[in-house]
């Protein structure tokens, strides 16, 4: 049976995901939400998304620069040690430094664009479409409180490099550098989950007004 999914996720991915087997699941489960409203919120929100898309492009354009800076550092990296048999050891800090800052920067935008793993069990056992909503909520809610837990001791620990002034082994650069992302990362995060959280409840509460004929 040839299926076309209702669910679809915003760029860079550019295509329909989230496939359901139609035998297994009649009919399609709600689409994932994601941290940024559509339809009739958004419009209502519109200036608030509009200072959202600023910072989504700084995030995507630095995510690019540090991949690719990242990425010439381990060629630099790997003609030094084995064509020129002289590898440089500060490579080695700044791979960890520009890795930090792609990795926690992409925490953040993949919670924004609802890119990350998702379970499906739950689709196949609950066909109450509002139910499977509501299950989403909570596990949005939980990650939000799993993150401002981690992020909680990350910060700290980042505030503890930068208020001390420790600086790298090699580079001699102030080790709040590398720290910085995990405040950056977080707080992205947990802001982009809340949203999503928010988003969800508002669609939760119309489906059920809807459901109950309200």
Not at 78 to 94: D, M, N, Q, T
Not at 182 to 201: D, E, H, P, S
Request: with cysteine; glycine share 8%; charged share 15%.
């Amino acid at each position: 049976m040839d299926r076309k999914s209702e669910q679809h996720p915003r760029p860079p991915v550019s295509a329909d995901s989230f496939i359901y087997d139609p035998e297994l699941t009649s009919p399609e489960p709600p689409p994932h939400l994601t941290a940024i409203p559509e339809g009739a919120l958004a419009e209502r929100l519109r200036p608030l998304i509009a200072i959202e898309a600023v910072f989504e492009r700084i995030f995507y354009v630095l995510i690019i620069a540090f991949g690719l800076c990242l990425a010439a550092l381990m060629f630099t990296q790997v003609v030094l040690r084995y064509v020129f048999a002289s590898p440089f050891v500060g490579i080695e800090e700044l791979s960890l430094l520009f890795g930090a800052w792609f990795y926690f920067l992409g925490i953040a935008y993949v919670t924004r664009n609802g890119e990350h793993i998702h379970g499906g069990i739950l689709t196949m056992v609950v066909a109450n479409r509002n139910a499977i909503r509501a299950v989403r909520l909570a596990m949005t809610m939980l990650g939000i409180a799993a993150c401002v837990l981690f992020g909680y001791f990350a910060i700290n620990y980042a505030l503890f490099e930068i208020q001390t002034g420790r600086l790298s082994s090699y580079m001699r650069w102030p080790k709040g550098w590398w720290s910085a992302s995990l405040i950056i990362g977080f707080i992205g995060t947990a802001l982009y989950m809340v949203l999503q959280a928010v988003n969800q409840a508002v669609d939760l509460v119309i489906h059920l007004r809807e459901e109950t004929g309200e």
